[in-house]
């Protein structure tokens, strides 16, 4: 399993990077001149807003088509509607696999609400997440609704900075609810952005009943990750990613705080459409996690037959249909 899986990691990751760089850097240029030959100084000048120009490459309405320049939230009046398919291993036989469906909505500025676990810059979550989500194996059923609030207070041309608000509903596993404090530092060097999301997870019921026989009712999971994503043209972008997390933070009788290290490389390609759509194509793959420390018995350390997953799809972002950035009709 896992020759076949690190065979399938590489293939993901170096396809996305294709993708990515198939894209070209021609721009149009348009000087002018009065009879006087430009001086050096003005060359270097014009070179300088050409490199601005593209690193802020937004849409007509000002919303940044570069995945490394965006914001924590998306702009006020804008919808965004997601979709993607999971695949993964299981702990037991088969395989994890699921449909999930959610979106966003800024109804002021600096606010996203939305059902959906594709918050921008977090680690992927696992199967079964979304307003809209069907797991299709090992055994048919609904999955988790993830309601979120997210916050940008902050925003500078260096960093953004926030704090969510997520509201799990357990129609598969248990009820969460999570406070996070996302962290995005844009271009670092002119090359990547680097996100961060500290947070605590509140969850009530009986999902750590493999770690002991008599699990608390009530526990805390501590999450930090985020990841490093470097837009290779305008349009294509990789990524990298992982983090820790330390499930059953509080204990029960009995129990073990198990500390457990996800990690994923991923890609995509952004399409601006004639009608001033945004459509991000992305594929993720990795583990979650790679790594378990401090577990119970019977879970080995490296067990990524069984933590391995593949997911890939869409997300759709809307030009502001309502707000003061709102198209103009005609």
């Known amino acids: 399993m896992f020759d076949r899986t690190g065979l399938f990691l590489g293939v993901l990751a170096f396809s996305a990077v294709l993708f990515a760089s198939s894209e070209t850097f021609a721009e149009g240029e348009a000087t002018e001149t009065s009879g006087d030959m430009a001086s050096p100084g003005s060359e270097d000048a014009a070179e300088d807003d050409d490199?601005?120009?593209?690193?802020?490459?937004?849409?007509?309405?000002?919303?940044?088509?570069?995945?490394?320049?965006?914001?924590?939230?998306?702009?006020?009046?804008?919808?965004?509607?997601?979709?993607?398919?999971?695949?993964?291993?299981?702990?037991?036989?088969?395989?994890?696999?699921?449909?999930?469906?959610?979106?966003?909505?800024?109804?002021?500025?600096?606010?996203?609400?939305?059902?959906?676990s594709e918050r921008i810059g977090t680690v992927p979550a696992p199967a079964g997440n979304g307003l809209l989500t069907v797991i299709m194996s090992p055994t048919g059923r609904y999955g988790d609704i993830p309601i979120y609030a997210r916050y940008q207070y902050h925003e500078t041309d260096i960093f953004a900075a926030g704090v969510d608000l997520v509201l799990t509903m357990p129609v598969n596993s248990d009820f969460r609810l999570t406070v996070n404090v996302p962290l995005r530092i844009f271009e670092i060097l002119g090359l990547f952005t680097m996100d961060m999301n500290t947070g605590f997870t509140l969850v009530a019921g009986d999902s750590y009943a493999a770690f002991t026989s008599d699990p608390s009712n009530v526990t805390f999971d501590f999450d930090w990750g985020g990841a490093g994503t470097v837009n290779i043209t305008d349009h294509g972008f990789i990524q990298i990613g992982g983090g820790l997390r330390v499930v059953n933070l509080n204990g029960g009788p009995g129990a073990k705080a198990v500390l457990e290290l996800p990690a994923f490389l991923g890609g995509g390609y952004t399409w601006e459409t004639d009608k001033d759509l945004l459509i991000d194509f992305f594929v993720k793959s990795g583990f979650l996690p790679v790594m378990f420390a401090n577990q119970p018995t019977g879970l080995d350390m490296f067990d990524v037959g069984s933590t391995w997953f593949v997911t890939f799809g869409a997300q759709v972002y809307t030009w502001p249909v309502f707000g003061k950035h709102r198209r103009p009709k005609g």
């Open 51 to 116: 490199s601005a120009e593209k690193a802020t490459a937004t849409t007509g309405y000002g919303y940044p088509i570069r995945w490394a320049r965006r914001p924590l939230v998306i702009h006020e009046g804008m919808v965004r509607a997601d979709s993607r398919i999971y695949v993964g291993g299981e702990f037991g036989p088969g395989t994890s696999s699921s449909i999930d469906i959610g979106g966003a909505v800024s109804p002021v500025d600096g606010l996203e609400i939305g059902v959906s």
